[in-house]
C-alpha cells in the first residue's frame, strides 16, 4: 500500500472508514490539537496490544484514553469536584486527568498497565472529537510514532517513522498545538502532581488547585515520563548561542539556526514548530543538532521538558 492510499480524508467519508477499522479492533492514526495519536479501541486487550506491538512500547507504560465528553469519561473514572471543575474548564482541550480507575470500567488491562488509575483526555480537534462521536468508544492513543522516537505533528511524520507497517492515517494537517497534553494526577488525599507539562502551564493550574506536589518515587504514572523520549536518532546539545562545527541548529527568538522555533520568540509558535524542527534535523546529513536556549517560563517548561529527553543519552 502506498503512502497516499494510507491516507483518509478528514471528511464524513474518511472518518467513517476509520470508525470501521477501529470498530474491528484495527489501528489508525488520527489528528488531536496536540499530535498524532495511534488509536485503538480501549476495550480490547488485542486492539490495544497492537498498540504495543507497532510502537514497539514498553508494556509498563500506561496509555492516554481519548473520549467523546464528560459523559464517557466519568463511566471510566471516579471523578471528584476538582476533577469536574478541571474538565469543565478545560475540555475539550490539551488536559489529560489521571484519575481512579472506575471499577468494572469497559478498559483492557493494558491501557493501565497494571495501574488504579486511568489517564482521560476529551480532545478539542473536529475531526478527532467527529470521530469519538462516530465511534460512540474510547480510544487509547499514545503518539503516532515508534517509541522514543519523535512525535508525529503532519501525517507524514507518521508515515515516515512507521515505514511500511504505518497504519492509515486520517488526515487533520498540522496539528496546532503541536505538544503533546498536559499531565495532572489528582490524588484521593486531595493533594496533585504535574506529571507533564504541556500547553496548559503549571501556574494556571495552581490556581485552581494549589500548588502541586513532587512527583513520588521513580512510578511511571503517565506517558512522557521515560528519562528518554521524543529521541531524533543523533546527538542533541542544548542551551547554544551557536551550533558547534556541522550541527544542525534549532533556532529560537534573535538565535538563528536551519530552523527557527519562533523569531518572535513565541513559546507557543515555539511549542507548535518543535517536532517539525527535530524531524527536519533528524533527516538532515548533519551527526548531531545544536538548539537555541528557550526560556524556561510559561509553555517554555513544556518545551524544555522534551528537549532534555531528546537530548538523553
Wanted: hydrophobic share 45%; proline share 10%; glycine share 8%.
Amino acid at each position: 500500500m502506498s503512502d497516499k492510499q494510507r491516507l483518509l480524508p478528514s471528511d464524513a467519508t474518511g472518518i467513517a472508514a476509520a470508525a470501521a477499522i477501529l470498530r474491528e479492533g484495527g489501528l489508525v492514526a488520527i489528528p488531536t490539537e496536540t499530535v498524532y495519536g495511534l488509536a485503538a479501541r480501549a476495550d480490547r486487550a488485542e486492539a490495544v496490544a497492537n498498540i504495543y506491538r507497532t510502537k514497539g512500547r514498553p508494556d509498563f507504560n500506561p496509555l492516554i484514553v481519548h473520549v467523546a465528553s464528560l459523559e464517557m469519561a466519568r463511566q471510566l473514572a471516579v471523578f471528584d469536584p476538582r476533577a469536574e471543575q478541571l474538565a469543565v474548564r478545560y475540555w475539550p482541550g490539551p488536559l489529560t486527568l489521571v484519575l481512579p480507575l472506575r471499577e468494572g470500567a469497559p478498559i483492557a488491562a493494558a491501557v493501565t498497565a497494571g495501574l488504579p488509575t486511568i489517564a482521560l483526555r476529551q480532545p478539542g480537534h473536529p475531526v478527532a472529537a467527529a470521530l469519538l462521536a462516530e465511534l460512540n468508544l474510547p480510544l487509547a492513543a499514545p503518539s503516532a510514532n515508534r517509541s522514543y522516537g519523535v512525535s508525529p505533528t503532519r501525517p507524514e511524520h507518521v508515515l515516515a517513522s512507521f515505514g511500511e507497517a504505518a497504519p492509515p492515517v486520517l488526515d487533520g494537517g498540522a496539528c496546532e498545538a503541536g505538544l503533546e497534553s498536559t499531565i495532572v494526577a489528582l490524588r484521593p488525599d486531595g493533594s496533585w502532581a504535574l506529571l507533564r507539562p504541556g500547553p496548559i502551564a503549571q501556574e494556571e493550574l495552581t490556581e485552581h488547585l494549589g500548588p502541586p506536589e513532587k512527583l513520588r518515587g521513580t512510578t511511571i504514572e503517565a506517558p512522557g515520563q521515560l528519562e528518554k523520549h521524543y529521541s531524533p536518532g543523533k546527538p542533541v546539545r542544548l542551551h547554544r548561542a551557536q551550533p558547534e562545527d556541522g550541527d544542525f541548529m534549532i533556532g529560537f527568538g534573535e538565535v538563528g539556526g536551519d530552523v527557527n522555533l519562533s523569531p518572535t520568540g513565541d513559546l507557543a509558535e515555539a511549542a507548535s514548530q518543535l517536532y517539525a524542527a527535530l524531524h527536519a534535523a533528524a533527516q538532515s546529513d548533519c551527526p548531531a543538532i545544536s538548539v537555541a536556549p528557550v526560556p524556561q517560563e510559561g509553555m517554555g517548561r513544556a518545551i524544555n521538558d522534551r528537549l532534555r529527553r531528546a537530548a538523553a543519552s
